[in-house]
């Protein structure tokens, strides 16, 4: 099943979450964000990181041919061991040329530190995405935490290194929200 990524333009804000409505339609680094939010100790956990075949409307999203393999790197942002937010990067294989070779060893590093400082990086348009159980990315997100939701929240943005681009999904976890809505974590 493909997920429907709807513009962030065109949400009705009001079908969100409250408590991590704010961070769906952040445009700066989600990380510096969450790091700020967070009251103990904030790391990032890097989960995965291979070459694979991207998730139907990952490809589509990056006009990558059917079968093509690009480099996915999976991670989870946390708050004292609690997932917060599951992160995935899909980098196809045009991009990892001249300075970009580094984004294949970044390691555990925030992906974002590098495309929020980078000058000739930018990003396109806010995605955002109700996920259901039903869905492979539900799946993907909630493998290392303990989420019984119904519904995950997600959003996505196509960010381009000169020129050469790269998908990053964001997946709102259970912990994240429940944190948000006690304004504690």
């Given at each position: 099943?493909?997920?429907?990524?709807?513009?962030?333009?065109?949400?009705?804000?009001?079908?969100?979450?409250?408590?991590?409505?704010?961070?769906?339609?952040?445009?700066?680094?989600?990380?510096?964000?969450?790091?700020?939010?967070?009251?103990?100790?904030?790391?990032?956990?890097?989960?995965?990181?291979?070459?694979?075949?991207?998730?139907?409307?990952?490809?589509k999203a990056l006009a990558l041919s059917a079968g093509a393999y690009?480099?996915?790197?999976?991670?989870?942002?946390?708050?004292?061991?609690?997932?917060?937010?599951?992160?995935r990067s899909i980098i196809p294989a045009t991009t990892f040329t001249?300075?970009?070779?580094?984004?294949?060893?970044?390691?555990?590093?925030?992906?974002?530190?590098?495309?929020?400082?980078?000058?000739?990086?930018?990003?396109?348009?806010?995605?955002?995405?109700?996920?259901?159980?039903?869905?492979?990315?539900?799946?993907?997100?909630?493998?290392?935490?303990?989420?019984?939701?119904?519904?995950?929240?997600?959003?996505?943005?196509?960010?381009?290194?000169?020129?050469?681009?790269?998908?990053?999904?964001?997946?709102?976890?259970?912990?994240?929200?429940?944190?948000?809505?006690?304004?504690?974590?």
């Amino acid at each position: 099943m493909s997920l429907r990524w709807r513009p962030a333009g065109h949400i009705n804000r009001r079908i969100l979450p409250a408590s991590i409505r704010e961070l769906l339609f952040e445009s700066g680094s989600l990380t510096q964000q969450l790091e700020s939010r967070c009251r103990g100790i904030f790391s990032l956990e890097l989960c995965d990181q291979s070459w694979q075949r991207p998730l139907f409307d990952e490809a589509k999203a990056l006009a990558l041919s059917a079968g093509a393999y690009a480099l996915i790197r999976e991670i989870y942002l946390k708050c004292d061991q609690h997932p917060w937010v599951y992160g995935r990067s899909i980098i196809p294989a045009t991009t990892f040329t001249g300075a970009e070779r580094r984004l294949a060893y970044w390691g555990q590093r925030s992906l974002g530190d590098y495309l929020f400082s980078e000058r000739k990086a930018w990003r396109g348009h806010i995605e955002i995405a109700r996920i259901l159980p039903q869905d492979r990315l539900y799946h993907l997100a909630a493998k290392n935490s303990d989420t019984e939701d119904t519904e995950l929240w997600g959003r996505r943005s196509t960010f381009y290194i000169k020129n050469k681009s790269l998908l990053v999904v964001e997946v709102f976890l259970a912990d994240v929200t429940r944190c948000m809505n006690a304004g504690k974590n």
